[in-house]
């Protein structure tokens, strides 16, 4: 099959970008280290749709060296990184995505990495899991399995299990705490605001920021806005959620009201139409929205076009919409802001999440599960927890037998 990328020639760039995290992500060089004489993936097939940028490269170059054939392409049509893409191919990784492909393509680029008839599969938010079922079923027999990456997928999986149509075992790798805890919060949080700040290069400290959602990645948002210098409004539908923000210091206010005065705007909720048509109305001249959510849905697009007189683009990545005389920007055409307009979240915290997903293909290799949703084990979760710490040189206290018979025994 022959491989599609943007211009080969462009590989230089993307091989430094590569080599600079190579040493940076010690769980999967430890994971590396472990594996790579038994080759546990000799002849197997991996087909991976997630953001192609460093990281996920580096994470595809370890699957080569643990035997597997792989095939790759981007989980979003804009952010692919054309030169990672080119470098992956001297690494004899098939790639099939550039940056900027039109949802023909996008859905051409998932069926070339089909093509290749996987044995495993790792996915970010559930698209590739969605053709296989829809568009190709007559790849299901042949896939031991395979994980995702983001809450988004994993909501997708729960509603296609709890139908009873889920046909091959899938781990949930966004779901273990090595996942969750860093990349989702932590790693959301930085990347978000490096994205806005580097495209904008304005100020953050004292504009009123406004987080749409309070999950994991909200929260993630909303502490590095405060760091920054922000005073923070969230908007939430959970009530819950919208007492812990409420604790953790935060103003929380309706869509309808935080419009009236917020400067800049990030939904991370993974819903439809959460800022439309009556909040764009309501909005201050000059505000920016940025989206961080998976899919370019969370902003409606269609209201801003139909409000706007003009519309074009005042920065690479930032269009204006004029709208009754007031301008608002609309950063990454509403697509995913850390990776359609920077390089998605830090190598140390992708380390953990790509340490589950190669993790988690071994555990399925060895073990013969039935089709449905699964929790990454505790095991694992555990290694690659404390495998940070080893590369981190941090030493955490031991139970004591004494503690531990403790901690079992009801009868104290
Ligand atoms: N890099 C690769 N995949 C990513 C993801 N899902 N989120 C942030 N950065 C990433």
């Excluded at 991976?48 to 370890?62: D, G, N, V």
């Excluded at 806005?196 to 590095?224: D, E, F, Q, S």
Aim: net charge negative.
């Amino acid at each position: 099959m022959e491989n599609k990328v943007k211009d080969k020639t462009l590989a230089k760039e993307g091989l430094k970008k590569i080599d600079w995290i190579k040493d940076k992500m010690a769980v999967l060089n430890k994971i590396k280290d472990e594996y790579c004489q038994e080759q546990p993936l000799f002849n197997k097939v991996v087909s991976i749709c997630l953001h192609l940028e460093a990281k996920t490269a580096y994470m595809a170059i370890i699957l080569k060296e643990l035997g597997a054939e792989v095939y790759i392409t981007g989980s979003n049509p804009l952010s692919t990184q054309n030169d990672v893409a080119a470098a992956l191919l001297e690494y004899g990784v098939n790639v099939y995505s550039w940056r900027g492909e039109t949802e023909k393509e996008y859905n051409e680029s998932l069926d070339k990495i089909l093509d290749a008839k996987p044995d495993f599969i790792i996915d970010d938010g559930g698209d590739l899991v969605t053709k296989i079922h829809n568009d190709r079923p007559e790849l299901i027999n042949k896939i031991i399995g395979g994980a995702e990456e983001t809450t988004t997928g994993v909501v997708r999986l729960k509603a296609l299990d709890d139908s009873n149509m889920l046909k091959f075992p899938m781990m949930s790798v966004n779901d273990a705490n090595s996942k969750y805890l860093f990349d989702n919060r932590y790693g959301t949080g930085q990347s978000v605001w490096d994205a806005i700040m580097r495209n904008t290069n304005l100020v953050v400290a004292g504009k009123n920021v406004v987080v749409a959602g309070y999950g994991w990645c909200g929260k993630g948002v909303a502490k590095r806005a405060n760091g920054l210098g922000a005073k923070v409004i969230i908007t939430e539908v959970d009530p819950f959620k919208a007492i812990e923000a409420k604790m953790d210091g935060f103003r929380i206010m309706t869509m309808d009201d935080a419009s009236q005065i917020g400067d800049i705007f990030i939904t991370v909720t993974g819903c439809k139409d959460v800022i439309n048509k009556k909040h764009f109305k309501k909005m201050k001249d000059g505000a920016i929205l940025a989206n961080a959510g998976h899919f370019n849905v969370e902003i409606n697009i269609d209201d801003l076009d139909s409000l706007a007189t003009e519309i074009k683009e005042v920065r690479k990545n930032i269009k204006s919409y004029d709208i009754n005389n007031k301008n608002l920007y609309l950063m990454a055409q509403g697509r995913l802001v850390n990776l359609a307009a920077g390089d998605g979240h830090p190598a140390e915290i992708m380390d953990m999440s790509f340490g589950l997903q190669v993790l988690s293909l071994l555990y399925l290799s060895e073990n013969d599960l039935l089709p449905g949703l699964y929790k990454v084990p505790d095991l694992i979760d555990e290694k690659v927890a404390r495998y940070w710490l080893e590369a981190n040189n941090i030493v955490i206290d031991q139970l004591s037998s004494e503690q531990i018979d403790y901690l079992m025994n009801w009868e104290l």
